[in-house]
């Protein structure tokens, strides 16, 4: 007797200055938080996000690509900063 194959309900998240792209997607029990980036269509609609120097995380939390995704996990992937925190602070104190 064949177990059938169990699925998972995942959200992947990109979030623009001006608007956020979610995609809902129903996949394989033991799929990876890279696997989900690419099966979303994000990718080609955003050819500026690049695997190997965006991060990801799930729920505000950095993972490694290689992650095994749980049922409503919420992927995100994360734009590089464009300016240091540091410096950025040190110049709101400045102004002050």
Avoid: H, W
């Avoid at 064949?2 to 394989?28: C, F, G, H, S, T």
């Amino acid at each position: 007797m064949e177990v059938p194959a169990l699925n998972i309900d995942i959200e992947v998240v990109y979030a623009l200055p001006e608007k956020q792209i979610v995609r809902q997607m129903n996949l394989p029990e033991g799929t990876t938080a890279e696997q989900a980036v690419k099966l979303s269509g994000i990718l080609p609609q955003f050819p500026e996000i690049d695997l190997l120097k965006n991060r990801l995380g799930i729920y505000g939390k950095l993972v490694p690509p290689a992650t095994i995704l749980c049922n409503r996990d919420r992927v995100e992937i994360y734009r590089p900063l464009r300016v240091d925190p540091k410096e950025n602070r040190r110049k709101r104190a400045k102004s002050r």
